[in-house]
């Protein structure tokens, strides 16, 4: 299940897309009787969260909050929360000329990837990322 929480207001259209996409990503991905929460916020509220929890005081793209860890083998009926900026997610739509739903379903599928235990280190951590966030356009 995919709650989405819009703490900023998304495009038209983008709400049903994100939740009908992510959700049959997850259940790609073994998890699809899981749930999650992707909060649709702005930099402001992005950057707040990213300067508590990383200490790093600037605005990202989207940030993964688990409820448990990853990797313990007790893996609970919600996974944890996914935020995306919006604001972030329209400026880099813009750079790489795609649309922002198309931005946000690829932040919601790299959330994702984070929230069961995959991190990008080293380059080669980078390969799921690329798998997951091509493949949830395509869904």
Known sequence: MVEIVANKRPPRGL???LR???SALMK???VGDKAVTV???GDRRIRALKREWWGEDEATDVLSFPH???GDPFV???LGDIWISLDTAKRQAEERGVPLEEEVLVLAAHGLWHLLGHDHQQEEDWEGFRRVQERILAL
């Open 76 to 78: 609970p009926p919600h």
């Open 28 to 30: 790609e991905l073994g």
């Open 68 to 70: 448990y860890e990853p």
């Open 15 to 17: 709400i049903p897309r």
């Open 39 to 41: 909060i649709l916020t």
């Open 20 to 22: 009908r996409a992510l």
